[in-house]
Nanobody
Framework: QVQLVESGGGLVQPGGSLRLSCSAS????????IAWFRQAPGKEREPVQC????????DYADSVKGRFTISRDNAKNSAYLQMNSLKLEDPAVYYC????????????????WGQGTQVTVSS
C-alpha cells in the first residue's frame, strides 16, 4: 500500500511560484499514476493535473493551464507540481493521489491520498 506525503506549500505573493512535492513510501511510484487535486475553503475538491506511468499528462483545471506543470521522478519516488504565476484564486489545500492504473478526473477512482499541503496567495 503506497503512502503519500505532500510538502512545499506556503505563503506566496500573487505572481510568485511554489513547487509542491509528493513523496511516496511503501511502493515504487513508477507503477502508479499520480494526480494533484485541490480544495479551496467552502468548495469541493477538484482535480488539477495528472501524470501517467508513461509520463502522459492531463489537465483538468482550465484555470491553471500554462501556469502549473506536473512531473515525476521515479528515481526519487516522488512527483511534483510546479506552480507559477500564482493567482488569488489558487489558494487551497493541495493533495496528491495515486492509483495503479490510468489517470482519471474522478476523486473516487484514486486509491491513496496524502494529507495535503496548504497554499496561500496573498499580497
Amino acid at each position: 500500500q503506497v503512502q503519500l506525503v505532500e510538502s512545499g506549500g506556503g505563503l506566496v505573493q500573487p505572481g510568485g511560484s511554489l513547487r509542491l512535492s509528493c513523496s511516496a513510501s511503501g511502493a515504487t511510484l513508477d507503477a502508479y499514476a499520480i494526480a494533484w487535486f485541490r480544495q479551496a475553503p467552502g468548495k469541493e475538491r477538484e482535480p488539477v493535473q495528472c501524470i501517467t506511468t508513461t509520463n502522459e499528462k492531463f489537465d483538468y483545471a482550465d484555470s491553471v493551464k500554462g501556469r502549473f506543470t506536473i512531473s515525476r521522478d521515479n528515481a526519487k519516488n516522488s512527483a511534483y507540481l510546479q506552480m507559477n504565476s500564482l493567482k488569488l484564486e489558487d489558494p487551497a489545500v493541495y493533495y496528491c493521489a495515486s492509483v495503479s492504473y490510468m489517470c482519471s478526473e474522478y476523486e473516487m477512482f484514486w486509491a491513496a491520498w496524502g494529507q495535503g499541503t496548504q497554499v496561500t496567495v496573498s499580497s
